[in-house]
């Protein structure tokens, strides 16, 4: 066999037959040794193993699982790789395919329903084990059907259908959450503004936080929930409105980072200090929004890549013949940041005035 100058690595791709020959046993032995196959003798198996490194040969994995009726590879298939949330659900789902040597093929759709379909038939052509379908939004979408030849499990965005696996974020429980720490902050008079009404997840915020306060025996500050859309700029606009009505409010959960950091804005326009005077909590925790806000804002974090790693671990067990079915709802959690200030801390605030 023909080697590199003072290497044992061959000039060419090194083969099985290359590390049956070094090792001194047949192609079927070195076959098994590699494999793990208990009907190998250690010594052999050992040998085998040995001159492997040697080569620094690696088995072909798309070989490997094609004998075993696997390819190795899924497919994510995404409406909105440009958004705030598909790409942390693709890295925590790579981080959970990485551990079980599984390559990921990406496509985006970009929302458009055609695109999606030659997508999805150009994934199937290239033998995926699996699929995992993000959507652009935390709303229900249809399914892809009953009919496909392999697993698919839907992210973010459920499936219309009960049939099929969805892992999403409790919304309902974030509204809960953000509730919750501005009361243990002390806060009482709590103002909700929030995005889109056409998005359910905008209503779902909201009833976890009505639902927390009537636990507590308080209601909304202002006219109930300020619905809008999801940018600074209705933050802003919102804001003006609500101190319009009332100035007897010391706290705001905001419906997402943007629309928070509008709320600081005009708080602070206004000369309401933040924290001391009024405190502001947002939802997503998009980093370059939120930690970059002044005052650094706490906020609900949907925890997008352990959803991700969730999913890809929920289609791993399909693959294996454990399908699930319905939806899995994942929790959130508060990061809190300057915005805020839980009870206990605002004795290291000076007095408010007055």
């Known amino acids: 066999m023909r080697v590199s100058a003072g290497r044992d690595q061959p000039s060419r791709a090194v083969t099985l037959r290359d590390v049956a ?200 500050v202002g006219d109930g929930v300020w619905f809008g859309s999801w940018t600074e700029s209705w933050g802003r606009r919102a804001t003006r409105l609500l101190l319009e009505q009332t100035r007897e409010l010391d706290a705001v959960f905001a419906g997402s980072d943007q629309i928070a950091r509008g709320v600081l804005d005009v708080l602070q326009e206004e000369g309401l200090r933040v924290p001391e005077d009024v405190q502001v909590i947002g939802f997503d925790n998009w980093e370059v929004i939120a930690g970059e806000s002044r005052p650094a804002l706490s906020t609900v974090d949907m925890q997008l890549e352990a959803l991700g790693r969730r999913a890809a671990q929920s289609l791993t067990a399909a693959i294996a013949g454990n399908p699930g079915a319905g939806t899995v709802e994942l929790g959130c959690r508060v990061v809190q940041r300057d915005s805020t200030t839980p009870r206990g801390n605002d004795r290291d605030l000076p007095p408010r005035p007055g």
């Open 21 to 220: 020959r070094l090792a001194e046993v047949s192609t079927a032995t070195a076959s098994k040794a590699l494999n793990g196959r208990p009907d190998v003798n250690p010594g052999t198996r050992a040998r085998v193993l040995a001159a492997a490194e040697r080569l620094s040969f690696s088995p072909n994995a798309m070989a490997r699982g094609l004998s075993a009726g696997r390819s190795g590879t899924v497919g994510l298939l995404t409406s909105d790789l440009e958004g705030r949330f598909s790409l942390p659900i693709l890295m925590g789902a790579e981080d959970a395919f990485g551990a079980d040597r599984t390559s990921l093929f990406l496509c985006d759709a970009r929302g458009d329903a055609i695109r999606e379909q030659h997508h999805l038939r150009a994934l199937l052509s290239r033998q995926v084990d699996g699929l995992i379908v993000v959507g652009a939004r935390p709303d229900s979408r249809r399914s892809l059907g009953p009919n496909l030849p392999v697993p698919v499990v839907y992210a973010y965005s459920p499936s219309q259908d009960a049939a099929d696996l969805s892992i999403v974020c409790d919304n309902v429980a974030g509204g809960r959450l953000a509730v919750d720490h501005l009361l243990a902050c002390g806060r009482t008079r709590i103002a909700h503004i929030t995005g889109d009404p056409g998005y359910g997840a905008s209503h779902d915020r909201a009833r976890g936080a009505r639902d927390r306060l009537a636990e507590a025996g308080l209601e909304l």
